[in-house]
């Protein structure tokens, strides 16, 4: 192996390691994002209209 | 061709090689024509018997020993004609092993290229969401996206040099090796 296949094959090594990295940071600020907007989310207005709509239905 | 003008030609041939194993091959050439001289032969019969300088230096370039080398010329002096063996074995084995390898190895090169243009669009969209306001919401994790994409790319990019440039290599040496069974057998005598 040449000296600047070794080097191009630690570019890649560390791109994958950054990739990596990074990629879980960019999962956890998806899951904090979409977590934030979860919890500003009506639920209980949501399944309140919902629960009406199934009871109409049962009656 | 005598013992100067040979080494002069195969260290020409040689020139791409590292310095180091440049001097080793020589030194291995000399030593033989050393052996040679003292078994009474001359310097042109034993140039003649190590072949052409340019295929000598290529077998070298593909990583052969030089012992492997004198090997394989004794076993072609020694050659009475096509081994029947070699030719089944070279159909058999591509047509089983060796041809299924190489498509498979080249459909790997083919997806990772496929997964790069991927990621390349992928990463054009998310600029363009970013650009357009579309993804004002989630700013900061798609910037992170964007350089674990980019990190993706240059990961592929690297995978996809180093994986042409030894499949063609390798490809290279697979050919040399059937002609080499084809031509001479398997070699077990």
Redesign the interface.
């Known amino acids: 192996m040449e000296k600047k296949?070794i080097k191009?094959?630690i570019?890649?090594a560390i791109?994958?390691f950054?990739?990596c990295f990074?990629?879980i940071?960019?999962l956890v600020?998806?899951a904090v994002?979409l977590g934030g907007k979860a919890m500003e989310y009506d639920w209980k207005g949501a399944f309140g209209q919902t629960d009406g709509v199934v009871q109409e239905i049962g009656d | 061709m005598n013992k100067t003008e040979y080494l002069k030609k195969l260290t020409n041939e040689l020139g791409h090689m590292p310095y180091g194993d440049v001097q080793d091959i020589i030194q291995s050439i000399e030593e033989h024509f050393e052996e040679g001289i003292s078994a009474g032969r001359s310097e042109e019969e034993i140039a003649a018997s190590l072949g052409d300088p340019k295929e000598l230096a290529m077998e070298f370039k593909d990583g052969v020993k030089f012992k492997q080398i004198m090997k394989k010329r004794k076993m072609s002096d020694n050659f009475k004609g096509p081994d029947g063996r070699g030719r089944i074995f070279v159909i058999v084995f591509n047509a089983f092993v060796g041809i299924e390898c190489w498509i498979l190895l080249l459909a790997a090169i083919i997806a990772a290229f496929c997964f790069l243009a991927a990621d390349f669009a992928f990463i054009g969209l998310i600029v363009a969401g970013l650009i357009t306001g579309t993804l004002t919401?989630?700013i900061?994790?798609f910037i992170?996206?964007i350089?674990?994409l980019i990190?993706?790319a240059?990961?592929l990019v690297?995978?996809l040099?180093?994986g042409i440039?030894y499949y063609a290599k390798g490809l290279k040496s697979y050919i040399r090796w059937n002609k080499n069974v084809w031509n001479y057998g398997l070699g077990e005598e």
């Open positions: 296949d191009l094959l570019t890649g791109a994958l950054l990739a990074l990629g940071i960019t600020l998806f994002k | 919401e989630f900061l994790p992170f996206l350089l674990t990190c993706v240059v990961f690297a995978l040099i180093l440039k």
